[in-house]
């Protein structure tokens, strides 16, 4: 790669919130910016959300302006669908090898869509949580970024089939693309590799693997989401029948010994917000959030004001010993116990949603981590994690770690 300016670009890990904002704050405070994404689009979690806390706005809402201010920066050079496999060197001479995919469908694609009407083959959409399919050449989400098809190697056949090669009349399809390996020269690293949900598979008690109508909170996003698998109504997945009656299990998973340790900051208020979503999309739905501790901050405290108001939401202190199926009914039997007045419950819903925390990304690095498995805050000179990658937090909290570290490469 040739570069601009006599420093050294700053290299980003991590197309999610926090590497955006990285970049653009260190790319309009003239430095020269690499932006690192393994998807096709960037975004991260938040693009997938159906809203987001406090203000409850779709995630287009924050990206879009971001996406403008990238492309409209020239020292922003970004690569999609590409990973770093190796850092060497020091502060302000490190050299990093990245990979990047084969690009099937390169830059002149328009999304101009011939090709999916062609194609024949499905896959299974990743972005909605496999509840919907695709084609195997498809637009991963209605604000892609950058704005093109990409194409699944697992299910395309490729020259076998060619159909949409056949229709596409900006010649944008090259089944002949290969991977591309490249060295990156820069000065410093900012890693934003953010999160994944926990396994829910892992919690047996909950009963995650044992019925469709059993989803964790970031499925649950997608089945409110209005390019989600019920096209903006909320159904439940066995039937597509809509729910009466929603069981949120908090700490699924979190501040849990035998699982995770710590605190996932977000699921209070991601439940919470859920909560109120859930009566916006079905008024009278009666909705009830079994918790341990309800742990909100800031603006989101005017979220359990709203839902302790709400006649149709109950909050009930208690951990969530068991969840099984009703075969027969597809109904889910909730058994918890109400710690304040001291009581056993039998909960009978159509949904759960398991409010699953939160796990660092792994990375193929040498990195220095917790002991909670997040990356440490103390990385060799010039390299620095942020936001989720580094502890959980919401996205004003990650925005602000990414403004800071600009700085902290800036210096
Ligand atoms: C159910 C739920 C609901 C939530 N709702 C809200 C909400 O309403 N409001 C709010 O403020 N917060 C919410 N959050 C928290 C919010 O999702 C995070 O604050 C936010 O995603 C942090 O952004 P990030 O960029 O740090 O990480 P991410 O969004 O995880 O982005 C990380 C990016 O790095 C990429 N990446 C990972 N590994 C590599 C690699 N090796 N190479 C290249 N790229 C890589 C990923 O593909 C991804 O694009 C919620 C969280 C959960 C679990």
């Not at 989400?141 to 056949?157: A, G, R, V």
């Not at 949409?164 to 060295?183: G, K, L, R, W, Y």
């Not at 359990?304 to 099984?324: A, H, R, S, Y």
């Not at 917790?370 to 580094?390: N, V, Y």
């Amino acid at each position: 790669m040739e570069y601009k300016s006599s420093i050294k670009p700053t290299l980003i890990i991590g197309g999610g919130i926090s590497g955006i904002t990285a970049a653009v704050e260190l790319a309009e405070a003239g430095r020269e910016v690499i932006l690192v994404e393994q998807k096709p689009y960037l975004g991260g979690n938040v693009v997938k959300m159906n809203n987001y806390f406090p203000k409850l706005c779709p995630p287009g809402c924050g990206l879009e302006i971001n996406f403008r201010r990238i492309r409209q920066n020239p020292r922003i050079t970004y690569f999609p669908s590409s990973t770093i496999s190796d850092i060497s060197g020091s502060k302000g001479n490190f050299s990093v090898s990245m990979v990047t995919s084969a690009l099937y469908v390169n830059d002149l694609c328009t999304a101009c869509g011939k090709c999916t009407e062609v194609c024949p083959e499905e896959r299974p959409d990743e972005f909605n949580y496999n509840f919907t399919k695709t084609k195997a050449i498809y637009l991963p989400h209605e604000m892609t970024f950058p704005m093109k098809f990409h194409i699944d190697d697992q299910y395309c056949k490729k020259e076998a089939c060619n159909k949409c090669v056949e229709v596409c009349t900006n010649n944008a399809i090259d089944f002949a693309a290969q991977a591309e390996s490249q060295v990156l020269e820069v000065s410093s690293i900012v890693i934003a590799t953010g999160w994944r949900n926990y396994d829910a598979r892992k919690l047996a008690n909950l009963g995650y693997s044992s019925s469709e109508n059993i989803v964790t909170n970031v499925e649950f996003e997608r089945l409110l989401a209005a390019a989600g698998s019920g096209n903006g109504k909320l159904k439940r997945p066995s039937d597509e029948k809509e729910p009466k009656e929603i069981v949120f299990v908090q700490c699924a998973g979190s501040r849990d010994e035998n699982h995770l340790p710590y605190c996932s900051a977000v699921c209070c208020s991601a439940s919470l917000k859920h909560a109120l979503t859930v009566q916006e999309k079905i008024p009278g739905c009666k909705v009830t959030i079994y918790y341990i501790d309800l742990r909100v901050t800031g603006r989101n405290e005017d979220f359990l004001k709203k839902v302790e108001e709400n006649p149709n939401i109950t909050l009930i202190k208690g951990k969530v010993g068991n969840v099984e199926k009703n075969s027969e009914t597809e109904n889910l039997i909730v058994e918890a116990e109400n710690i304040l007045e001291g009581k056993k419950i039998k909960h009978t819903a159509d949904l759960v949603v398991l409010a699953t925390g939160i796990v660092s990304n792994e990375l193929p690095l040498n990195l220095l981590t917790t002991q909670d498995g997040f990356l440490s805050d103390d990385q060799q000179e010039g390299i620095h994690a942020i936001s989720c990658s580094k502890k959980p937090m919401d996205v004003s909290s990650s925005v602000k770690e990414a403004t800071a570290v600009a700085l902290k490469a800036i210096q």
